[in-house]
């Protein structure tokens, strides 16, 4: 019980306002809105304690990541779910988001039955919460800087015991689509094939990368998703900005 309770209190903390600021750009939320779909997944730039922590080990803008599920009942708004490190797999609005910088990762080849199957996944598991009692696991995130080799961050993303580590990673994300066998980052395999004929022909065979390793930032490298910017989807036209009169200037000078 202390443990727990020392748990809850570094969870705290560690969600509160931290001192970086975002790189991007607050996404306009109407235009987040209308280019979103079901099973497309949401990358945010978050601005807390253990956020900067996050970008820093994965070395990405990116710092969590929610899927969007779609209205959860007849004209409701349009929800996603997420894992949070204090309340645990909940469904929020996308004003949750709001003046945050966000980006829409979506799976390129994805069958409406598969996306549907993704998305029941997260919902099924919505009010799950986790065991904050690996004081370690929090601890981690305490030091938004820790000297460690660039080869072994991502591993420290999921050293301890696992329930805080799918609170911050992308793991309920990766289990979703481990479901329909939609690949995210696999591991890939190179074989020689059997035909005698092509001595240097190989096939691929890929094999599932294991989802507590994943962060936000392998959906937006991933070669399997595309990245929406939901201005350039509403119809981007640079000639209808309007330009201070500075601007102007400078462009005749």
């Known amino acids: 019980m202390i443990r727990q309770a020392i748990g ?54 990116w710092s969590h990541a929610a899927l969007c599920v779609g209205p959860l009942q007849p004209g409701g708004p349009l929800m996603v779910v997420e894992a949070d490190i204090r309340e645990g797999v909940r469904a929020v609005p996308l004003s949750t988001y709001a003046g945050l910088h966000c980006r829409i990762c979506r799976p390129a080849s994805l069958r409406i039955d598969e996306a549907q199957a993704v998305c029941r996944f997260a919902v099924q598991r919505i009010g799950h919460r986790y065991d904050l009692k690996n004081i370690l696991d929090l601890a981690r995130y305490l030091l938004p800087t820790p000297p460690v080799p660039v080869r072994w961050r991502r591993r420290l993303l999921a050293v301890g015991s696992g329930d805080p580590t799918r609170a911050i990673c992308s793991t309920l994300i990766a289990q979703a689509f481990e479901t329909v066998l939609y690949p995210i980052l696999p591991i890939v395999e190179e074989t020689a094939t059997d035909d005698p004929s092509c001595d240097d022909c190989v096939r691929q065979v890929l094999h599932v990368r294991h989802h507590s390793l994943f962060t936000p930032r392998d959906f937006d490298v991933s070669p399997y998703f595309e990245v929406v910017k939901p201005t350039l989807a509403a119809g981007f036209d640079h000639h209808a900005l309007e330009w201070s009169p500075s601007a102007m200037a400078s462009l005749e000078a």
């Open 8 to 61: 809850r209190a570094l969870a705290r903390y560690l969600t509160k306002p931290g001192r970086s600021a975002s790189i991007g750009f607050p996404t306009d939320q109407r235009l987040l809105a209308a280019a979103l779909r079901p099973a497309d997944v949401v990358l945010v730039e978050g601005t807390t304690r253990v956020s900067t922590a996050i970008k820093y080990l994965t070395q990405s803008t």
